[in-house]
């Protein structure tokens, strides 16, 4: 069992930036991959972006390329995401997760490419 805790979200204006971060526990050893999703109210969870947990080759979704990065420390067992210029669309509750195995980028893009989830962390970027 992989546990994963987000922290890092709140409120900020647009145009501004947050770090969230996403905390692993447990076997560690077994993560192949680490993505973000976001979850905006009445809307189906989408994918944000992930990364290889060794070598750490990166995708991202089209809405967030250029302003997020996600970036790993394994000796933490810590992911990030980085949100900079942030939009009132970017608002939702952002969700990290952790994958057991290898897969396509495209499939990697989907919610059942993951194992385990976190408990979300609350993103809301006001006008």
């Known amino acids: 069992q992989v546990q994963l805790v987000e922290s890092g979200g709140g409120l900020v204006q647009a145009g501004g930036s947050l770090r969230l971060s996403c905390a692993a526990s447990?076997?560690?050893?077994?993560?192949?991959?680490m993505g973000w999703f976001r979850q905006a109210p009445g809307k189906e969870r989408e994918f944000v972006a992930r990364?290889?947990?060794?070598?750490?080759?990166?995708y991202y979704a089209d809405s967030v390329k250029g302003r997020f990065t996600i970036s790993r420390e394994n000796a933490k067992n810590t992911v990030y995401l980085q949100m900079n210029s942030l939009k009132p669309e970017d608002t939702a509750v952002y969700y990290c997760a952790a994958g057991r195995f290898p897969a396509t980028i495209v499939v990697r893009t989907t919610t059942g490419a993951y194992d385990y989830w976190g408990q979300g962390t609350q993103v809301t970027v006001s006008s």
């Open positions: 447990g076997r560690t050893g077994s993560i192949y991959a």
């Open positions: 990364i290889r947990w060794n070598g750490g080759s990166t």
